[in-house]
């Protein structure tokens, strides 16, 4: 079809037409939406959480269809991990290669050291000092403690520290820790040497595995402060190295703590007394082995991922986040590890939207004003001047904008005005809703809980990614939102599109959201600017906004219910002459936003 009868089809414009715009007509699809969470974090991370826990809470909220994992490359490829700690001293400083975030060139440090921890009303004395009698290097630890009388025990002791969790382990890795212990006293009913490695948390509470020497175990699982602890016996000679091998990761699957969906969060090693007694026991030599990493660890964790879904009714996904430098999540169809030995200094932000986008995927800038919670007031207006940088540097080209956030560091407001000031500045990135969800307690059914619905042909790696890339998305609240965001033209869909309006043309944009609960309002923004404010008077909302061609750069939605945001959905762009909205890599759109653009004949 020649360009001129094309465009006349476009405007509706043909013999004396409305002067409004109408996309051309799309072939019937068994697409939908998929309500799908973005950025999610289970016992491959630093956090609580367990695989298994968020997925039951992703099937109890009852609308995620898709779970699309997203665990640090670095921490998967334990890149900078430590695996050894040889009790020559109590702390040192470790330079390890870090490139800095964009507004911080800092070298990163290792806090490598011990933590001593001491406790209990019983403990009379204690002591923690280095010794010369080693099996490795030049000295071992020497812990000594006395109690006074009564049942109540007292400890010395500490735990393994770093900065960045770099001591955790994903269970899944089979995880074995090995020690050299030298009790210089008789241990027995009264005084015990415990090592106590904390894994996370399930719905019966936070397991822990306690290896002690000295006190025989009680036979059951026992519940201490909201965690369930199992004893696990060893044995070590008086006076003599014994070198103690604990299986941490065949343990917690043999007593029933979960087995490998579990991180080995801490850490802790005490010597404990009670009932008068005193006690002095060497540490040296503690070494952590795992039987898989990197891609084999990755491969596993596809595994898991696939047979919880299928008990679940969810898909799940395994993508990764691209966290050693800026953090950018990377959903690819065939996920891989990047390259460390290659990239010790992680990737800039560039290179890692490079290196997704060699591999057919898309990605997403993450919490664009940083990783943390609520910050000081007098430190916003610092952390705001962060969103400066994503627009100077369009988004490093990336595909995605975690936009949903009700309250990262910075509110809502803030997010979508970094969104709207790179989609003025011709930006096309779609906005997406994300949780960040590192504990099954937190990212569900409030806080920052944004779950991003994708329009794809099925819920495969594939299509999902390629309705990313098009844009046919809008995010909000899962717990209080269950329906449909749609803006159309003439009745076809054109979120995320882009439409060529020539100046002084108008354009009727439709919206379309079901259904809705009580006492919601609907915000229509052009250009970055509310143009128009109204309450939804029934169960829905079907409204229309007149745009103008020359004037108009872009249209979105959004729906408030009360100060929270409920549902937002993703811009039209309108191209004029002197505005070309392009991806924020610069390439020119995909056929798929294309699919309603033509240039005057």
Known sequence: MPAASLLCLLLADCGGGNNELSPPPVEPSEARYWGTQLHLHGSFSEGQGTMEEQTRAAADLGDVDVLWWTDHDWRVARHTFLSHFDFESFKRKVEIPYRGMPWSKRPRYLRVGWKTTRGGAALVSEDQRLSDTAVEGKHSLRLAATAGPGEEWGWTGGRLDTNGGRWSRPLAAGVTLEIEVRPETQLGDDARLVVRTQLSRRAAGVGELRYTVGETCPPHEEQEDGRRVVCVALAAETGRWTRLRLPVSEDAARLGLGGADNSLRRIEIRLETRRGASAAVLLDDLELHEELDGPALLMREEQMAAELGAAHGVVEHVGLELSYALHMNAFLPKIELPDFARFPHGMAPREAVRWAHERGGVVAYNHIFGAGDDPEDDVKEELSGRGDLPV????????????GYPQRVLPLAEHLAVWDRLSAAGVVITGIGSSDSHDPREGWTDGNNYLTWIHAASSGSRDLIEGLRCGRVFFGDPARFSGIAELSIGGRPVQGQIL????????????????????????????????????????????QLVVTGGETRFVRLEVWQGERGLVFTNPLYLASPGFTPAMADGDEPPVCRRAALETSP
């Open 500 to 543: 060529e309006l020539t100046p002084g043309r108008e354009a009727t944009v439709e919206a379309r959201v079901q259904p809705l609960p009580p006492d919601c309002r609907i915000r229509w923004i052009s250009g970055g600017q509310v143009v128009r404010e109204e309450p939804v008077l029934g169960e829905g909302y079907d409204g």
């Open 392 to 403: 100077e540097e369009r988004a490093f080209g990336a595909d995605l904008l975690e936009v």
